[in-house]
């Protein structure tokens, strides 16, 4: 097994580093290509997870229709390795950023008429058509067009009035903003928009984009609508789908792992001594009294993996997370399998939200082993 190391900085030997075990990612995108492609539907492979890191995102290459992320940054990275698997931009565009949009991706989503018309002006300039997927709101209340005239409206445009632009299909987000689960009934409202577009601009439209892996969960319980034929899949190939509830046997839950070093090992009261206010972020945090108990210290904090330090898991299940300020997280050891001490190693399986942070510092290092 060889082990691949990014230097970000000169410490890259020390602690704390990310793990992650590609055969385990292919082995996600497998399973799920599978699973997908029973019911026609093709993936979209986010990278942003892993801030479009170009060893881990090789992976995605030839094995997905599109690789995609929310950050041009990330996909020009992408684009220069020269893969085969053309590029999608999945956060709706800034006026500013047009030019280097098309420039690097093929395909975007779009929600705005005057950014759509500015899409197609720069298209022109460099000679290329753009694909464009519109983005419906169907109640989730981040992008979309909310009225559907509107959205019919544009589709005739761009067929009609866009020379350097591509009506390749519409798409929808459920989940991220407003909470709002992907039932059948949400995703038909999609197909409906689908079908009445085809009727105006009279010809079928390429891509049905149901959503994220929200959208996946209703595939696995067979129940999404004929007319769905894509899905951007991020979170559910990179951590599988332990965080809605789902331990499945053919998806791993620990492609990326969080290795860190401790550094204190104490004896102490499990309720704090004094006067108390607020911690460090302004939180005023309950404790719980639970008496004397052994705590360590590792070298990682919430500047690291974000504000939720219990969303990190430990491999020995008896030792648990108490909290953490910027740079330390406490943990109760009292039954730990082992006894701990100074300098140990503790592994811990981190969630989606944690790796986003973990990727973008420099301050922890990755090793990718193959």
Partial sequence: MANKTNRRNSSYLTYPYIVCNLNKLRDNLAALTERCQIYNVSIVGVIKGFNG?????????GKVDYIASSRLEQLNVIKELNLQTPLMCIRISMPSEVDELVRICQ???????????????????????????????????REGFW?????????????NEYDNLYLAGVGTNLGCYGSIVATPE??????????????????????????????????LDKKIPKGINELRLGESVLMGLGTWGLDLDYLHDDVFELWTQVVEVETKPSFPVGQRGVDAFGNVVEYEDIGIHTRAIVSI???????????????????????????????????????????????FKISYSNLIYLTNTNTVRLIVRD
């Fill in 53 to 61: 890191i170009a060893e881990i995102a090789k992976v995605y290459d």
């Fill in 107 to 141: 395909i975007s989503l779009q929600s705005d008429p005057s950014v759509i018309k500015l899409i197609n002006e720069a298209a022109k300039k460099q000679g290329i058509i753009h694909k464009i997927i519109l983005m419906a709101d169907i109640g989730d209340l």
């Fill in 147 to 159: 009225n559907k005239d509107h959205i019919f409206e544009e589709a005739l445009k761009i067929e």
């Fill in 186 to 219: 949400k995703l038909q409202e999609l197909v409906d928009i689908k079908d009445e577009i085809e009727k105006r601009i009279n010809r079928k439209i390429d891509i049905v984009s149901g959503g994220g892996s929200s959208s996946l969960l209703t595939l």
């Fill in 301 to 347: 904090g919430k500047l690291d993996y974000g504000n939720d330090p219990f969303a990190l898991k430990t491999f020995d299940k008896n030792i648990k997370v108490l909290g953490a300020s910027s740079d330390h997280t406490i943990l109760d050891v009292t039954n730990a399998k082992e006894p701990t001490k100074v300098g140990d190693i503790i592994k």
